[in-house]
């Protein structure tokens, strides 16, 4: 498995059919997945109890995590070195209860600091983990129903554009329109084809509650 693999939805047949997607592999393949946007909320919600590190390495903070979690953590080691994010790197931190979600996002903060951005994403069940640039080399394209939004045909450009401009908010920087590298947005139809990481795509679940469709919404 290789978090530097870009993977691209496309939707097949009408827009409407929103949640029908397949990974395209190479240039041609297409391959039916039963991953969703949703999943990356439900999967991360177990909480750590009482976890104290002091002084732990980096690899047994992980390893304490993967425990707590009871979900696969996947850390690519030879990106995350060179980043000088060792797995003998001490580690003193408090990550009690708090969701897995919190508290590798926490730690992953903790570690790099102001020297190296860390993240991590969901990826069929295992969470993988690696530096924020390798990670945003994984793709996602993902079609959100927002027709719930639009209040009639006249105010239909400003009611898109509100929700879009809620989209352009989480990671704010990561969006081209913002000179950022990765994301991008743009509406047919009522919908909102949404370039980004899984990790954004599940922040937008979330921030679209009251828009999306509730299946959408994982409600």
Known sequence: MSPKSISTW???????????????????TTQPSSRTATQPATQLERRTGA?????????????????AGQRPIFVNWDVLEKAR???????????????????????????????????????????VVSTSNDLAANLWTTVYDIRAAITNDASRAEDVEAVAQRVRGLDPLSWKAAGGP???????DGHLIVTQTQRVHAQIVQALHDVLPKDAAGK
């Open 51 to 67: 976890m104290i590190l002091r002084g732990a390495s980096f690899e047994s903070a992980i390893n304490s995590l993967q425990l």
């Open 182 to 188: 990765i994301g991008s947005i743009r509406e047919l």
């Open 85 to 127: 994010a060792t797995k003998d790197l001490p580690v003193t931190i408090d990550l009690s209860d708090r969701s897995i979600d919190e508290a590798l996002t926490t730690l992953l903060d903790h570690v790099g600091g102001t020297q190296v951005s860390l993240g991590h994403q969901l990826d069929k069940g295992t969470i």
């Open 10 to 28: 496309v939707i097949v047949g009408a827009i409407a059919s929103l949640g029908t997607m397949f990974m395209l592999s190479g240039a041609a």
